[in-house]
């Protein structure tokens, strides 16, 4: 995980603070599209950036829907998911019979997704779908992406940044 700024040259951007945006409505959409029957749905984020993620296209889905829309925060790590408890947050709700839609940045190996299923498996919820921002298609576990903003055949030695805070290097960079 990185934790130091990073400066991106302008020739690694995949996907500007724009382009990214586009791409949030048109989850957005079609998560609707494909959910518009329910009452309320749960947005799972895997922690930062897939939460950050959630967030978004929770706002957005607010705008576009009469769906009462709920943010879940996932805690895990990313390296070793079995060295330490996987927590979501909050934790004391009773998601039997509910829709979750698990939502990471980048879909690499498909590692922490699936890692993070078992929170739900285990809440006999109605439905778990998938959303991220960027699929690779280097996926290792079967893990398959309901919503993906940009599909992106990569390397396994090239790497995607994916920076959603307020600052000049808002996008998505392969470096």
């Given at each position: 995980m990185f934790t130091e700024p990073v400066s991106f040259s302008p020739s690694s951007?995949?996907?500007?603070?724009?382009?990214?945006?586009?791409?949030?409505?048109?989850?957005?959409?079609?998560?609707?599209?494909?959910?518009?029957?329910?009452?309320?749905?749960?947005?799972?984020?895997?922690?930062?950036?897939?939460?950050q993620l959630a967030e978004l296209l929770a706002a957005e889905l607010r705008q576009i829907s009469s769906l009462t829309i709920n943010l879940l925060g996932i805690t895990l790590d990313k390296i070793r998911p079995l060295s330490q408890p996987i927590a979501l947050e909050p934790d004391n709700l009773n998601l039997e019979g509910k829709v979750v839609i698990l939502v990471d940045d980048v879909l690499n190996s498909g590692k922490t997704m699936a890692y993070s299923l078992p929170l739900f498996l285990n809440a006999e919820v109605?439905?778990?779908?998938?959303?991220?921002?960027?699929?690779?298609?280097?996926?290792?576990?079967?893990?398959?992406?309901?919503?993906?903003?940009?599909?992106?055949?990569?390397?396994?030695?090239?790497?995607?940044?994916v920076v959603l805070t307020e600052d000049e290097s808002y996008g998505a960079y392969l470096i």
């Open positions: 951007c995949i996907l500007t603070r724009q382009e990214i945006m586009q791409k949030i409505k048109r989850m957005a959409y079609e998560i609707y599209e494909k959910n518009f029957e329910e009452e309320v749905l749960y947005l799972a984020g895997i922690h930062e950036n897939g939460y109605k439905k778990i779908e998938t959303a991220t921002l960027i699929n690779r298609h280097n996926t290792l576990y079967p893990i398959t992406v309901t919503y993906t903003g940009l599909s992106l055949a990569t390397t396994l030695l090239e790497h995607i940044r």
